[in-house]
């Protein structure tokens, strides 16, 4: 695992930050493979990294990109020159392989990158965060078990998070929506929000974002370990049964440092039924 400094730094971002201004001036006597060869290395060690780390990975890569010009690469036995990117969907790769072949004399560095859904919902994760969400009506009461109020009721959202460890003490708690849920964002209409509710004690964070999809709160702390909490108000629009996404939260500059909560299932009853 690597380890990071106070300014974000890791032994990661510093190669390439390096490597990205050594392809760019190309200073005579440097020769950037070992380089990227050293980098790759790293990445591939790392399951998660930080948003220091991939920006200077693509800076690195963007200037590397104008040292291939005079490399020679087939795919699928067609020549191209200059820097090459291909994208391919699972269709694409369905019956037959695609073929990178170097027809040059020097050696050519590729990189292959993999998207995709799982089949199954990730299980919850526990590594440096405890992480839990809980449902409530307006009044207080805790909405149990996965039938939520009809349609266009509105209720809360609670995500509570303990830090067993301080880390970089900046933390962004995610929590994706189900289809059917609408969050109420009370600057957007005349509407009362979760600070109206005398019941709901929770942090204020630095930062919110209500997406149409997610909700995401950013915290700082730099004294100690931390538990700190969350909340926001969810209207239930569609009727129907949803996959509930895990809400999750990580230290953006310890991404190993991370915890999820459980995939599900909600309920959403018909107006009136």
């Known amino acids: 695992m690597l380890s990071y400094r106070s300014d974000y730094g890791s032994r990661l971002r510093d190669l390439a930050g390096v490597l990205a201004l050594a392809a760019e001036t190309q200073p005579a006597g440097v020769d950037t493979r070992p380089l990227a060869q050293q980098l790759a290395g790293l990445r591939n060690l790392e399951r998660y990294t930080s948003t220091q780390e991939d920006a200077w990975t693509l800076l690195a890569a963007a200037a590397l990109g104008t040292e291939t010009a005079d490399g020679d690469i087939a795919i699928d036995a067609e020549p191209v020159t200059g820097p090459v990117y291909r994208r391919y969907s699972a269709a694409d790769l369905m019956h037959l392989p695609v073929l990178v072949e170097n027809t040059g004399n020097r050696a050519t560095e590729a990189t292959i990158s993999v998207t995709g859904i799982p089949e ?96 995401v709160a950013a915290f700082r702390y730099v004294s100690e370990a931390s538990s700190f909490s969350t909340a926001y108000m969810v209207r239930a629009v569609t009727p129907g049964t949803f996959t509930l996404p895990g809400a999750s939260v990580e230290d953006m500059y310890r991404p190993a440092q991370r915890a999820n909560t459980d995939a599900g299932e909600i309920v959403i009853g018909t107006l009136g039924g």
Do not use: C, K, M
């Not at 809980?134 to 266009?152: C, H, K, M, V, W």
């Not at 959202?157 to 009370?186: K, M, W």
């Open 120 to 215: 199954t919902p990730p299980a919850a994760t526990s590594n440096g965060f405890t992480i839990s969400r809980s449902y409530y009506r307006l009044d207080g009461t805790p909405i149990e078990g996965a039938l939520f109020p009809e349609q266009n009721d509105r209720f809360v959202v609670v995500l509570s998070v303990t830090a067993e460890v301080l880390g970089s003490g900046q933390y962004v708690i995610s929590d994706p929506l189900p289809a059917g849920f609408e969050i109420e964002n009370p600057d957007l209409s005349a509407g009362s929000g979760v600070g109206d509710l005398a019941w709901l004690i929770v942090d204020a964070p630095v930062h919110v974002e209500s997406r149409t999809d997610t909700y």
